[in-house]
């Protein structure tokens, strides 16, 4: 009798079809709740945010098993990327998205290539990405162009759908709602790709998974790419729901901390 082998098992395996309509109706439910307690958006919308973040830090220190203790750099670059477009060249924050998340990867790409290629891991990449967290903190810090340590107020427009600003909090619910669900799918369907097997292979028996033949120099520079660029679009999410960045609030070690939490 032929028998599947586990790897293929694990790749068919996935959600039952009563599993996919409870989830169904608890996006359904999360929809409506802004309009049913419209009291607590603010902080749901900072708990989607933190979550889509987890996810983005899960795929590195998670899957990848590379800890960082810095993650607030690619949040902050996000934010003042996003944010420095649209206030010095006038581009709307809906592109500036998409060049934040390309800073964030090229960001990631550059400290994974430094880190990775010497080894670092452990609490030696924990300890670099603390470390270019805390340079980027000061270079904001001390940057009149960048706002310095008063920061960046962004003035408000009114309602502005095409630059990224609602006079409501619903639009941005909705956003940081949707930004969440994305990150669990690509989460979630990463785990089950010969990439995700790769990530695990890293991350219990670094040794072992190079010897059998992965390549763990571009596994872990893909897992921290796409980390990066998942936060720095979170950052510019953030940047435009409050219309304020500073140092402290974006590149400052609590986030890190608020991010692994």
């Known amino acids: 009798m032929a028998h599947s082998s586990p790897s293929k098992s694990y790749f068919k395996s996935g959600l039952s079809g009563q ?28 708990i989607y945010l933190f979550a889509t973040m987890g996810q983005a830090w899960n795929i590195l220190g998670g899957y990848a098993g590379q800890f960082s203790f810095g993650h607030s750099l ?35 790409l550059f400290i994974g290539a430094v880190s990775f290629r010497y080894g670092l891991k452990g609490p030696f990449f924990a300890l670099i990405m603390l470390a270019f967290a805390e340079i980027f903190h000061m270079i904001t ?17 009114g309602n502005a759908p ?9 639009p ?9 669900v994305g990150s669990l799918y690509l989460v979630w369907r990463l785990e089950k790709t010969r990439t995700g097997l790769y990530f695990l292979s890293v991350r219990e028996d670094h040794d072992a998974a190079e010897a059998l033949g992965v390549d763990t120099y571009r596994i872990q ?30 590149f400052g070690i609590l986030n890190s901390v608020e991010i692994m939490i």
């Open 162 to 170: 095409h630059l990224m600003q609602f006079t409501a909090k619903q």
């Open 74 to 108: 690619f949040f902050g670059l996000g934010a003042y990327v996003s944010t420095l477009l649209y206030l010095k060249l006038g581009i709307t924050p809906w592109i500036g998205i998409l060049i934040s998340c390309l800073a964030g990867i090229l960001l990631g």
């Open 141 to 157: 810090m001390g940057w009149d162009f960048v706002g310095g340590s008063p920061g960046l107020l962004i003035p408000l427009k």
């Open 221 to 250: 520079l893909i897992a921290i790419m796409l980390s990066a660029g998942m936060t720095a679009m979170v950052g510019t999410l953030y940047a435009q729901y409050l219309l304020f960045i500073d140092p402290d609030s974006t």
């Open 19 to 46: 599993t996919w309509i409870i989830l169904a109706v608890l996006l359904i439910l999360l929809h409506l709740l802004p309009y049913a307690v419209p009291q607590v958006v603010h902080i749901v919308i900072m």
């Open 172 to 180: 941005f619910y909705f956003l940081s709602l949707w930004m969440m």
